[in-house]
C-alpha cells in the first residue's frame, strides 16, 4: 500500500529565504507526482507535476525534483515571500491509480 | 473555462438524512476522484473513476456511493449522514496536465 510521508509538518522562515520541502512515498511504481498549495478555507492550487520519467519540473521560484528509486521528491522555493505561506501538499499517482495525498508541510513566511 | 464546478459550496444534514454532492467537469478528463479533508487526516481518497461506467472505491468508501454515467459527471451521495461524515469534500478531474481541483463543499452533519 502507498504511503505519502511529508516532512516537516509545519515551518516558519524568515523572509528571502531559500527553503526545501521534502515528501517521500514508499512504493517507487509512480505514473507522476504532483505538488499542490492550499490556502486557508481554499480549494487546491497545482504548482508542478513530474512525470515519472522526468527528474524535476520548474517554474518561476519553484523547482520540484523527483528520485523514484529512493521514493523522494523535494519542492524548492527560492526567495521565500510572506505570500508564499500557505499549506504544500505532494500527491502521488501510483499504478493503481488510487492517488494518494501527503499531510502537507503548513509554510509561515516572516515578513 | 469553468474547470470543476462543484455544488453547493456549503450544506448543512440532518443526521440519517441523504444527499448528493454534484461534480461536473468540462476538459474531457477520463479519471475523477473525490476526497475528504479533515484536520490531521490530510486529503483521503472516497472514490474514483477512470471512465463513464468505471468506478472503484479508495481508502475511506464507507457510507458514499458513486456513479459515472458521462464523463462529465461524477455525484456523490451520501446515503444515511453521520455526524463523522463531517468534512470538507474536493472533487478533482485528472489529465494528461495533472489535477484540477474543485473549490470544495464543506459539510456538517448535526
Keep these: ?91 502521488v499517482r501510483p499504478r493503481d491509480d488510487k492517488i494518494i495525498f501527503g499531510k502537507g508541510t503548513r509554510l509561515h513566511i516572516l515578513p | 473555462n469553468a474547470g470543476v464546478t462543484q455544488t453547493p459550496k456549503f450544506q448543512v444534514l440532518k443526521t440519517g438524512q441523504s444527499m448528493t454532492l454534484q461534480c461536473a467537469q468540462d476538459m474531457n478528463h477520463e479519471y475523477m476522484s473525490w476526497y475528504r479533508q479533515d484536520p490531521g487526516m490530510g486529503l483521503r481518497l472516497i472514490h474514483y473513476s477512470v471512465g463513464a461506467g468505471i468506478t472503484d472505491q479508495g481508502e475511506v468508501p464507507n457510507g458514499y456511493n458513486v456513479s459515472r454515467s458521462t464523463t462529465e459527471d461524477f455525484p456523490l451521495r451520501l446515503l444515511s449522514a453521520a455526524p463523522s461524515q463531517t468534512s470538507v469534500y474536493f472533487c478533482a478531474a485528472i489529465g494528461v496536465y495533472g489535477y484540477t481541483f474543485g473549490s470544495g463543499t464543506r459539510l456538517t452533519v448535526v
Excluded at chain 1, 509545519?10 to 528571502?16: D, M, Q
Excluded at chain 1, 487546491?44 to 528520485?67: F, K, M, V, Y
Aim: hydrophobic content about 35%; aromatic content about 6%.
Design chain 1, 1 to 91: 500500500k502507498q504511503e505519502v510521508t511529508q516532512i516537516p509538518a509545519a515551518l516558519s522562515v524568515p523572509e528571502g529565504e531559500n527553503l526545501v520541502l521534502n515528501c517521500s512515498f514508499t512504493d517507487s511504481a509512480i505514473y507522476n507526482l504532483q505538488w499542490f498549495r492550499q490556502d486557508p478555507g481554499k480549494g487546491l492550487t497545482s504548482l508542478l507535476l513530474i512525470q515519472s520519467s522526468q527528474r524535476e519540473q520548474t517554474s518561476g521560484r519553484l523547482n520540484a525534483s523527483l528520485d523514484k528509486s529512493s521514493g523522494r521528491s523535494t519542492l524548492y522555493i527560492a526567495a521565500s515571500q510572506p505570500g508564499d505561506s500557505a499549506t504544500y501538499l505532494c500527491a
